[in-house]
């Protein structure tokens, strides 16, 4: 049955940096939660689109030819395959929305590849 998701309720329930938390699922796309502070990896996504959308604070999302800013209220769109590496200077909580099976890394592995598809 459907039911109201709190998304400051889940984004309570976890403390991790870049670490995506699934709450909502849709026609084979997830909606996942995330805390970002910090430098990730360059990376890119073959098979999916990726949006961030910043529900608290702003992040820096760096393109191999331009940064972007992106602030509380707003979100952009990653078109798959395009290289991209999001960096906060501060904790910003994004609602990112992928398909199901979607590593948070991609092909560039790493430590902070995350558990794929955490339900919360």
């Given at each position: 049955?459907?039911?109201?998701?709190?998304?400051?309720?889940?984004?309570?329930?976890?403390?991790?940096?870049?670490?995506?938390?699934v709450v909502a699922?849709?026609?084979?796309?997830?909606?996942?939660?995330?805390?970002?502070?910090?430098?990730?990896?360059?990376?890119?996504?073959e098979d999916t689109?990726?949006?961030?959308?910043?529900?608290?604070?702003?992040?820096?999302?760096?393109?191999?030819?331009?940064?972007?800013?992106?602030?509380?209220?707003?979100?952009?769109?990653?078109?798959?395959?395009?290289?991209?590496?999001?960096?906060?200077?501060?904790?910003?909580?994004?609602?990112?929305?992928?398909?199901?099976?979607?590593?948070?890394?991609?092909?560039?592995?790493?430590?902070?590849?995350?558990?794929?598809?955490?339900?919360?």
């Amino acid at each position: 049955m459907p039911e109201v998701i709190n998304l400051r309720d889940k984004l309570s329930q976890f403390s991790e940096q870049w670490t995506p938390k699934v709450v909502a699922a849709l026609n084979g796309n997830l909606f996942k939660l995330a805390k970002l502070e910090g430098d990730f990896v360059w990376h890119h996504h073959e098979d999916t689109d990726e949006l961030f959308l910043v529900i608290q604070g702003e992040f820096e999302m760096q393109l191999r030819d331009r940064n972007v800013r992106v602030r509380e209220g707003e979100m952009i769109v990653i078109p798959k395959g395009v290289e991209h590496r999001p960096r906060a200077e501060h904790e910003c909580h994004v609602l990112l929305a992928e398909l199901a099976g979607t590593v948070n890394t991609g092909e560039a592995g790493g430590e902070l590849t995350a558990p794929v598809d955490q339900w919360i």
